[in-house]
């Protein structure tokens, strides 16, 4: 199994501590973020790699910190080769180019590397390989409407499939929202190429899979426990690094 972490944002909502450095590297408690996702990643048995995919403005940034951290697993820098927020393929875009690229055979985990949780992923992977080959996606209940605007937001039936995605709802139905965490069994890694040569929005996942819940069956679990820190503004990114700071 290899896993993917998105790391090819710009974060210009972050201005000016992304400027110069990546939002994956913005420290929280005194460690990168990135570093917290590799914490749950290492413990899995499956993967042999873990690509992060980046960007020309910063890839030089990640191979500086890649040298300097240790892990079990084989790390591979990805420079997607964009250069401005205005070029950047987006997050469907990268995972796609990571796929095509790395000439990714094996099952695919992919995880945003800006978000923080540290809830064990092995319950989810246990849960989503027998359901393959469907894609499987990681859910977490924001509790707040107002929140749920953000965020794709998830119904499901008694079976955990999805039963309606809907990305940024003026009016959500519910605050079930998916975490930027996916399961794509190497049976499903072609779907994503399908999905771009469409005229739909290429930046956040979410509608890639609003568009794929139409199409074939894609099952949630939902993660319990430990908080769920999705970095998108200096307000986030400070509640996150004042949390882990009280915990340690």
């Known amino acids: 199994m290899k896993v993917l972490l998105l790391a090819a944002g710009y974060a210009t909502r972050l201005y000016p501590l992304t400027l110069n450095k990546p939002k994956p590297l913005l420290p929280v408690a005194g460690r990168p973020v990135i570093e917290f996702i590799l914490d749950i990643v290492e413990p899995l048995k499956e993967v042999d790699e873990v690509f992060i995919v980046t960007n020309e403005k910063f890839h030089k940034h990640f191979e500086e910190w890649a040298r300097k951290y240790s892990s079990s697993k084989k790390i591979a820098i990805v420079n997607d080769g964009t250069k401005s927020n205005k070029d950047r393929l987006g997050a469907t875009g990268d995972i796609e180019f990571v796929i095509e690229n790395k000439k990714v055979k094996d099952d695919l985990l992919v995880l945003a590397g800006d978000n923080i949780f540290r809830t064990d992923l092995r319950d989810f992977l246990d849960f989503s390989m027998p359901k393959r080959p469907s894609v499987s996606i990681g859910l977490y209940d924001v509790k707040d409407l107002g929140l749920a605007k953000k965020y794709g937001i998830v119904s499901l039936d008694n079976d955990k499939r999805i039963r309606e995605f809907k990305e940024k709802p003026a009016k959500p139905s519910s605050t079930l929202a998916a975490k930027c965490l996916y399961f794509f069994p190497k049976e499903k890694l072609g779907i994503l190429k399908g999905y771009l040569g469409t005229d739909n929005a290429k930046d956040a996942p979410g509608y890639f899979l609003e568009w794929l819940y139409k199409k074939e069956t ?8 430990e908080k769920w ?20």
Do not use: N
């Not at 894609?218 to 426990?225: L, N």
């Open 218 to 225: 894609i099952f949630g679990y939902v993660f319990k426990g």
């Open 229 to 248: 820190f999705d970095i998108g503004d200096r307000k986030s990114y400070e509640e996150a690094d004042k949390e882990f700071r009280a915990k340690l």
